[in-house]
């Protein structure tokens, strides 16, 4: 092995909606991170790998720097601001504007107490003039100790080979922790489960997805077959919630299952036979015991 290879950790913080998840799939080449235009998508801490000559980078999609309306929201908070001190590089997405909103202000706030590399990466910049962009990059230089600025495109995939060279230019050298064809430590189960949320996001009305979250209640693969049979239960807060899920029918809990299950083969390599049910817990979001069984774990709030 090339003894200047180099590993590290690199944690992609931002406000919500700035393109934090679609960044990191772009940049490992797969689907891992669940994505929608809801704030909340991602909740818990995901890890990522790619890996290339140069080195490793392991990288962590953190939820959306929120201010915590419940125990879920802190739980959220507290895996977002906890990863900057224990991580190489820090990888701050922003929006390509010359205004700096309250929740930017917050994470400038945070990032001036450490002293991990902060590299900010200006995204969606398919969707603006260069003006635009030179904009942003005059904004945001000297807000607080950046180290460098590159901007990118989740969606097109521009510019993100500048922002791997760039990161690696700040990881120390170190061993490989992750062999070369390992892209996540998700399990298979829990990325499944947030597939079935992400379309959940995507289908339901705006309140609603807040207050959901999917179990897994068995994933078995038939003996001697390509068929993998997955029960999962959608956890709501509400009654009426449970009903505007299921919809007239059925058919809402029918179009969330089918959109996910396409999803579900591609990324399993098989055949998959999903079945849905939908169950209320109220206010499991402010209830640890809830939180715990859903996958918040407890010691991260």
């Known amino acids: 092995m090339n003894k200047e290879y180099k590993s590290g950790f690199v944690t992609i913080i931002g406000r919500p909606n700035v393109g934090k998840s679609t960044l990191m799939n772009q940049l490992i080449g797969q689907k891992i991170a669940i994505t929608s235009n809801k704030p909340q998508t991602t909740r818990n801490r995901i890890q990522t790998v790619l890996t290339n000559e140069e080195g490793q980078i392991i990288f962590l999609d953190t939820p959306g720097m929120i201010k915590a309306k419940n125990k879920l929201g802190e739980y959220m908070l507290n895996v977002a601001t906890r990863t900057l001190e224990e991580v190489d590089v820090i990888l701050w997405i922003v929006e390509p504007t010359n205004f700096i909103g309250t929740l930017e202000e917050y994470i400038i706030e945070q990032l001036k ?43 097109e995939g521009t510019g993100t080979q500048d922002l791997i060279s760039t990161i690696m230019k700040y990881l120390p050298e170190g061993p490989q ?96 036979n999903l079945k849905l049910w939908v169950k209320v817990r109220k206010d499991w979001r402010d209830n640890e015991l809830y939180l715990k069984n859903y996958g918040y774990n407890q010691k991260d709030y």
């Open 177 to 272: 922790f992750f062999d070369e064809d390992t892209i996540t430590d998700q399990p298979e189960r829990q990325i499944v489960a947030e597939l079935i949320r992400e379309k959940a996001l995507r289908c339901l009305d705006k309140e609603i997805p807040h207050g959901i979250a999917v179990v897994i209640d068995s994933m078995k693969e038939r003996k001697k077959s390509d068929i993998i049979d997955i029960d999962a239960t959608i956890v709501c807060e509400r009654d009426s919630h449970k009903g505007i899920i299921i919809g007239k029918q059925g058919a809402m809990l029918k179009k969330i299952g089918s959109q996910a299950r396409v999803e579900m083969e591609n990324l399993l390599d098989a055949k998959v």
């Open 113 to 155: 107490k450490v002293k991990t590399p902060v590299i900010l990466g200006v995204n969606k910049i398919d969707s603006v003039g260069e003006k635009e962009i030179l904009e942003a990059i005059s904004t945001y230089k000297d807000v607080c100790n950046i180290a460098e600025i590159v901007p990118v495109s989740a969606v």
